[in-house]
Every structure is written in C-alpha cells, then in structure tokens.
C-alpha cells in the first residue's frame, strides 16, 4: 500500500539552528501538507501547496517556515531559526484532490522536533 | 481558537461493548466531517466521514452521528475490540472543499480484552 514517509522520525536540534524535515508524498498525489502537534495539544495546520507553489498556510506559518518541492518527488519543510516552541511532532500529509470531503488525505508516521 | 472540541481525553471501554467518543464545534458553516484514528509513532488515519446532508453513516463497526442542531457528533464503535485502542480525532475543513482541517484535541480509547 502507499505510504508518505518522513525523515527523520526525530530531530534535536539547538534554539536558533535551522531545521529541514523531508516528506515523501504519496507518487501519484498532487496535495502536499504539512500539519504539526504541540505535545498535548491538537493536529494544526501548517501549510499546503500545490503546483510548486503554496495555496494556503495558517498564522503559524511564518517567515520562519518554508516549504519547497526541490526535485518532483520530495516535500519538505525548513525552519530557518528554530525557537523553542517550535518543538513538535510535524505531520506530512498528500492527497490526491484538492477537496478534502472524501477524506482522502494520508499522512506520514511523523517527525519529532526537540528544540533545545 | 478551538472550533472542534472533543471533551473527554481518555475513555475505556470492555472488550465487545459500545465506544462513543464525542464531539463539538462552533462553527455553523462546516459542511464535513471526518474522523481519523491515530496509534503510537504513527501518523493519523482516515476512519469515516459523514456530511452536513446526513445524520448518520456507517462503515461495517464505526458509525458516526452528527446531530447539526447541537453542533455535535459522535463516533460509535461496536463491538469494541483491543485493536481499536487509539487515539481518535474528529476533523472538520474550514471551508467546503477546503483542503485544511480542524482538529480536535483526540480522545485516547483503551478497549480492555
């Protein structure tokens, strides 16, 4: 079955560095998202893109974050000078239509940001 | 801001008995509604989904009702099985067709064999 897979499922990292979190979205989707939970606290969303270009992002996505698809295959995430409560798990998703009323959206296992 | 709610953090229920795990939003203007179910260093996964149009939908165990009125759905599982504990969030998108969700806050289900 096809999968979204994430790397690294666990990065620690000191207060001010800059941070990548790669994603494999699923071949054939179009939809790339990234969501993020703060420990104890709900899935938000980040960000989503579409045709190599962002077509929406919540007030979380600042312009400390940026998303690029480098190569056609990987997804990922930078944060340019991570900040303590960056420290989350960060969530890939893909789907292959823009509508979500289907439910059609897959998301990787997840990568564990630890801020120091 | 928390326009999906879900109240209680944990339930546990026996082996072969009914689960309800529950949920509240505010906004009046969510159409759809999902939910997903999450295990441990795993990401969320799709369960069901049910739409404004409805008042009830049923996939084999799962079935969700949405009551519009009281801007409140359930999730029913029955019969529970060990399997099925987890943690469940509901979702709802911000818009129709919108391709962001809301997420509730997840209720840990332990199904004791």
């Known amino acids: 079955e096809p999968e979204v897979t994430q790397t690294p499922s666990h990065q620690v990292t000191q207060m001010g560095q800059e941070v990548i979190l790669r994603c494999v979205p699923i071949?054939?989707?179009?939809?790339f998202y990234w969501y993020r939970q703060i420990l104890g606290q709900k899935v938000e969303f980040l960000v989503s893109?579409?045709?190599?270009?962002?077509?929406?992002k919540s007030e979380i996505f600042d312009d400390q974050f940026s998303v690029e698809r480098p190569d056609g295959s990987n997804f990922t995430l930078k944060i340019r000078s991570t900040k303590l409560e960056d420290s989350a798990m960060y969530f890939c998703?893909?789907?292959?239509?823009?509508?979500?009323?289907?439910?059609?959206?897959?998301f990787g296992e997840g990568s564990r940001l630890t801020v120091l | 801001d928390q326009q999906v709610k879900q109240n209680s953090p944990s339930l546990s229920v026996q082996e072969g008995r009914i689960s309800i795990l529950n949920c509240d939003y505010t906004?009046?203007?969510?159409?759809?509604f999902l939910w997903y179910k999450k295990y441990p260093a795993e990401g969320p996964t799709f369960l069901i989904s049910?739409?404004?149009?409805?008042d009830k939908n049923e996939d084999g165990r799962f079935t969700v009702f949405l009551n519009k009125s009281a801007k409140h759905l359930s999730l029913h599982i029955v019969p529970s099985q060990p399997g099925d504990s987890a943690v469940y969030f509901c979702?709802?998108?911000?818009?129709?067709?919108?391709?962001?969700?809301?997420f509730g806050t997840g209720t840990r289900l332990t199904v004791i064999p």
């Open positions: 906004n009046s203007m969510f159409d759809y």
């Open positions: 893109f579409y045709n190599n270009e962002i077509s929406e």
């Open positions: 071949s054939n989707h179009l939809y």
């Open positions: 049910i739409s404004s149009i409805k």
């Open positions: 998703a893909s789907s292959a239509r823009s509508s979500l009323n289907t439910g059609e959206l897959f």
């Open positions: 979702a709802a998108p911000d818009r129709t067709g919108a391709n962001n969700l809301f």
